[in-house]
């Protein structure tokens, strides 16, 4: 029997094929997504995976059998799905790993409205469906399944929210690495002043030039050399399914994914005054005071998607990002699109003449330590023992929205999170030099790891 634990995670359902997530386990979620969310029609996508048409295929027989009918959107980034979910009103489906190694696949859910499911919002009860063997029997009627191809609406979508073709001409170096923005993006920049370098478009499900995870810094080299090599304005970076991205830039260097929600935040700010903006735990206190200075409602909010976009909702807010370089947009129904966050990008850069560089610099006031992970034996235990000790110094402020954060009062700041999946704390540092950044580490890395 599978371990179901593993493979339904906070988030998404995601395993080794075949050994965790095979077609009779996509089957029997397609037949638990429907007794989920009670749909008589859902919309289902997929990446470039080779076992990714034969898990949409069996995910579609199993709603098919449970009485639902299936539309069938192809391939398609994350966001291609929650835009098809968005404009048909349906609940959705993607078949997918993101940046995952190539021997992964899994499911992505989401309600109608591109509205996340997650472990408390159905997940959690699909994993005991599944574990007990609570499958639904067939329907008398079956339901069917059609193709429709919506790339041209998502494409033509995007470029309604954000107006490109007043901005000066940019060469843009694209690295899809393999995955889903080797189909979206040109789909998107067609007919825009942009001359588009592309790196890695063909779709590869073995991703044979550097896995599909722009987190991790070697998987931008390749990029960063493409963008000095050719003189580019910028580069982006695409993960395996295209939801998030990530940005170079003109000198190769990459910009923190903080200073992007600031940057964001001030041009959704100047259409939107006075709104909401949503930001988590770890992201910069220079976008906090970007939002503020911009008139904004700064909003704090744990780490991961179904947090922010609640939190999106009950603050009708504009416009969410995380470090992790996820954005939320509510003209997106507040789902995350690397796409969208790109165009915007795109539009500051040529809407005036300054290179990236300057431009993010404007949005960038501190130095950060980047995520460090360190093994402990008692999580609960270590965060009281590092509160306990900051707590004893004047003017310190601790809170527990997610994991520990220590403000130290003077730009310098800190934020251990627990690992949902792992025995690991993860620390966040942040400080007005690199030098107090790097005493701050070193200081809060040795009571964690004494």
Known sequence: MPDYSRLVKAYDIRGEVPSQMNTDIASKVGALFIRLTGAEKIVVARDMRSTSPDLAAAFAAGANRAGADVIDAGLGSTDYLYFASGKLGLPG????????????????????????IGEDTGLGQIRTWLETGDIPTPAAEPG????????????????????????RRLKVVADAGNGMAGHTVPAVFDGLPIDLVPLYFELDGTFPNHEANPLEPKNLLDLQAKVTETGADIGLAFDGDADRCFFIDEKGQAVSPSAIVGLVAARELAKHPGSAIVHNVITSAAAVEIIREHGGQPVRSR??????????????????????????????????????????????LGEQDRPLSELVADYSRYAASGEINSEVADVPAKLDEVEAAYQQSGGVKTDRL?????????????????????????????APTQAAVDTLRDEVLALVRS
């Not at 993101?98 to 021997?103: G, R, T, Y």
């Not at 069917?144 to 901005?167: F, P």
């Not at 627990?418 to 966040?428: A, D, H, I, K, V």
């Open 93 to 116: 489906v993607m078949i997918t790993a993101s940046h995952n190694p190539a021997k992964d696949n899994g499911i992505k859910l989401c309600q109608a409205g591109a509205a996340p």
């Open 144 to 167: 069917t399944t059609t193709s429709q191809e919506l790339l041209s609406d998502y494409a033509a979508h995007l470029n309604s929210l954000v107006d490109l073709l007043g901005i």
């Open 303 to 348: 780490v991961g998607h179904s947090f922010m976009k609640a939190l999106m909702a009950e603050h009708d807010a504009v416009f969410g990002g995380e470090h992790s370089g996820h954005y939320y947009f509510r003209d997106f129904w507040r789902a995350d699109t690397g796409m969208l966050t790109a165009l915007h990008v795109l539009a500051a």
């Open 402 to 430: 997610d994991g520990l954060t220590v403000d130290l009062g003077d730009g310098r700041w800190f934020n251990l999170r627990p690992s949902n999946t792992e025995p690991l704390l993860r620390l966040n540092v942040e």
